[in-house]
DNA sequence: TCGATGCGCGTTCAAATGATCAACAGTTGA
DNA sequence: TCAACTGTTGATCATTTGAACGCGCATCGA
């Protein structure tokens, strides 16, 4: 019933000296202004592999192009939607139809993550693929500010390679259990558990959290990853589900739904997770704006990270 | 006697939309790693404006290149220079003695400063090349985090942009006067002057200051920008001076001496700038190591930004 | 009104870059 | 021991990029 998430390659685990080569590499060509041959030159290697050693760090995170404006995105989406949900803050990234968006969202996350959170903090992650993909760029910069991980669900520790840079100091604790799990009384016994125990209430005293949105309908995540049947989800959608955070299907208002599913999962109480004060949602996409209506209806994330078209639809559809 | 420090252009007041227009343009680009064509067209303008956008995002720092290693620079030379001097950080850039040394720590000490500040924190400024090129670059992420500047010495305002970017939240204070004048009576009457104690004052409170280091030589910033001539350098360096730091000489063990000039500076006292936790000193180069080896072991700065060479030279010289 | 000056814009072209491909080394398994 | 496989390296070439140049427009002063 679980299965890996991702399937294409997660956050590389460098070789030590690999990373200081990409370091001087970087600077020279980025600070420095030189060109890759000049690096080449002055690191001693071929210029392809250079170019290699860029391309590398740009796609681990360990690169990161950030964009300082006043307001990254759309500054009036932006502020229409912190207005028009009551949010405490929100992220608007440009629409590009054609591409795909979840990169973009993770993109987006990943900066998102990176302004907000401070030395030391706790930050605490859901399920989906969104989030794989935002810790995936956000991930190699937790060491050097001693950010820790914490799970809100089983099924993480596939996308999330706690070796990786991980130090000493900073730490990830996943809850080591499927999202969801066959039985009830499996998931209970999971849930008490020491471990998975302390996991849980650790994630509740996390100051950030990030979540994806899933949808109700046979194209969800949770269904192609085979931890819920389209049957069921068509029976969801008839008692008026609109999407599911972590594994909780709940209706236009943002209520939970009462769903037997829910005693399956391995995750924290929705009551413990509006006690983190930070929930970001990250989630784009037509087919999703039923789903992010309902999430900020209900009050279940305060934050928003979406593009622009999402954005504009959900001002439409209005509160 | 006073000069600009700055001739070139200083950090760009934008157009608020073309603002918007650089940050699009860098979204698809570096983002979503489009070519510049295809940003074009999304955009409706030429490929070239597009490079022209990106171009000018970097020149003001609107683009930002962040390094995210676990150490960016020379990791080892780094602790080794925080455990030599008992400094609180340290950043070693990678050498490269054929590049002009002063933007590359600037942008080191940028991209140093724009990590370790947080929102509504209060930055405290010397005087100095190092310390305009670094401003140049970090300011433009400042009203963003509603980072404020202070000045810690008369002659600054030729070098930061009082109007530029900043919004109504974030702001700059700065000494209007020259960093020296003629007179000790003179320089007593401006000391006294409401709004400079009000800005002196203020710098004592805040949490992190950037100060640059000047040499003993006739080479010195001081002397080129017309504050001191090489006659009195000899002086100071027959009385044993180093190096100085806003304005103030000191010997090679850091303590600052007794001379005439200081009581015709208009900057922070010595004491007061002690107060500030976190003194970070931006300088290289090797005519400058016996200047940044008196301000360490005097304990004038806490924290380094410097290049290979020089934090190497620093650690053979040692403590 | 006219000319001068400066600024923004697009064209052209050389340089820089990254994709593709083939060779190669190291590893695994039979 | 060999063969297949995987991952890394360098050569080649098309694409992408930025620098140099020249045009057109607006502003300014006479």
Redesign the interface.
Known sequence: MSQTLQDTETASPFEPDE??Q???A???Y???GLTQNEVAD?LGVSRIKVSRLLEK?RQS?????????????C?TLQKQLISAFGLVDARV??S?SE?PVVP?IG??AASFLMQKL?PNDLLAIGWGETVATALRYAS??F??NNVSLVSLTGGVSAYVSTTG?Y?PQSNAHLIPTPLRVSSQELAEMLRLEPYVRYVLDMAATARMALIGVGVVSSAATLVRYGYCTSTEIELFARRGAVGDILGYFYDAQGEILDLDIHRHVVAIRVEDLRHIPNRAAAAAGLQKVDAILGLLRGRLANILITDQATAEELLRRGK
Not at 61 to 73: D, K, M, S, V, Y
């Open positions: 990373v200081e990409i370091t001087r970087a600077w020279h980025y600070n420095d002055m760090g995170g360990l690169i990161e192009l950030r964009i300082n404006a006043p307001h990254a995105g500054l990234v440009p590009a591409l973009r993109r987006a401070e190699p910069t060491p050097q840079l130090g």
